[in-house]
Nanobody, 124 residues
């Protein structure tokens, strides 16, 4: 079982930036595909970005391409999401997800471990 803990959410003005971090424990991150999803009231959880287990491949939702970057964090077993040019519609609870996989593919679904989430609020 993988435990995930997010940090870095907060309140920012439109056009600003935030950096989210996710710390994984229980399995080495080199064995895990990891991703970020987001939730808003009344909407289904939606995929944001994914990183393959070796950190060599990424995948992004169309609505964040060119603005968000997922990468390995500075600390071992962490993944970061750098969010730039934030918009009010990016306001959501952002959740980190992980799944043990054999291939170096940035999966957009099929995750079985989830963090509790961190709130991001973008004011207009």
């Amino acid at each position: 079982q993988v435990q995930l803990r997010e940090s870095g959410g907060g309140l920012v003005q439109a056009g600003g930036s935030l950096r989210l971090s996710c710390a994984a424990s229980g399995r080495p991150s080199s064995l895990l595909a990891m991703a970020w999803f987001r939730e808003t009231p009344g909407k289904e959880r939606e995929f944001v970005a994914a990183l393959s287990r070796l950190g060599t491949n990424t995948r992004y939702a169309d609505f964040v391409k060119g603005r968000f970057t997922i990468s390995r964090g500075n600390s071992e077993n962490t993944v970061s999401l750098q969010m730039n040019s934030l918009k009010p519609e990016d306001s959501a609870v952002y959740l980190c997800a992980a799944v043990g996989v054999p291939y170096d593919i940035p999966y957009s679904s099929g995750y079985d471990s989830w963090g509790q989430g961190t709130q991001v609020t973008v004011s207009s």
